[in-house]
């Protein structure tokens, strides 16, 4: 039921920096963009999100496509501490207290970093 | 300042019984999540509580149930266990039902079904 659609796998190597897309062409216009990532045996931890625009915070940037239909979640500089598995979700906020925020996981993209 | 914590980590049980898994969220978030994670797999979502009820559901069956306390932690039972529901579980912690910002994860509780 994932609203996303993202490469199984990709490889970087350590100090490039890395461009992990997302498609999401039924996006609505209440849906934001988020992006988690889950480091071997760990939950998964929020790296960045929006809605319309580019956004830029200290872990990486998000690079959303002017139709919204896809975007791109970068990393300046690949470390080996970003091997993980990246998912790229939507979240639907109607802005009502019944509004319910039902986050789908797809499977991701595992990311390897080489050395 | 505490994040989600979850027990137990580890846990094996075997088909027919029952367990609880427990949830305690990031101090000030009122709104919890349950996930369930099978190898290799993203996490799938099984239900959010807030105030006390039960928000949505995902596609899970009646033995999937949980609880929210008044101090806003969170259990998480399956009875009848099957050896499908080996997995790794998930709780998610937010501020408010409505928050369109970051979910606080836990690092899960990794049941066994034998």
């Known amino acids: 039921d994932a609203k996303t659609t993202q490469p199984n796998s990709m490889e970087s190597n350590e100090e490039e920096p890395v461009h992990l897309p997302c498609n999401h062409s039924?996006?609505?216009?209440?849906?934001?963009i988020h992006w988690y990532r889950q480091l071997p045996s760990q939950g998964p931890e929020y790296v960045i999100h929006?809605?319309?625009s580019n956004v830029n915070n200290r872990m990486a940037s998000l690079a959303i496509a002017e139709d919204r239909k896809s975007s791109t979640l970068i990393l300046h500089r690949a470390t080996l501490r970003d091997a993980a598995v990246y998912y790229c979700?939507?979240?639907?906020?109607?802005?009502?207290?019944?509004?319910?925020?039902?986050?789908?996981f797809g499977p991701g993209t595992s990311l390897s970093v080489i050395p | 300042d505490a994040g989600v914590t979850q027990s137990p980590t580890h846990l094996i049980k075997t088909r027919g019984q029952q367990v609880t898994l427990r949830c305690s969220p990031k101090s000030g978030h009122d709104t919890v999540s349950w996930y369930q994670q099978a190898l290799g797999q993203g996490p799938q979502f099984i239900f959010q509580?807030?105030?006390?009820?039960?928000?949505q559901r995902g596609n899970f069956p009646d033995r999937f149930s949980g609880h929210q306390f008044p101090n806003y932690s969170s259990e998480l039972n399956v009875n009848a266990l099957l050896l499908g529901d080996s997995a790794l579980y998930l709780c998610?912690?937010?501020?408010?039902?409505?928050?369109?910002?970051?979910?606080?994860f836990g690092e899960g509780s990794r049941l066994t079904v034998l």
């Open positions: 998610a912690s937010s501020p408010d039902s409505l928050n369109t910002g970051e979910l606080f």
């Open positions: 509580y807030y105030e006390e009820e039960e928000r």
């Open positions: 929006g809605l319309t």
């Open positions: 039924t996006i609505s216009g209440t849906d934001y």
């Open positions: 979700i939507l979240r639907d906020q109607q802005g009502v207290k019944t509004s319910y925020d039902k986050v789908i």
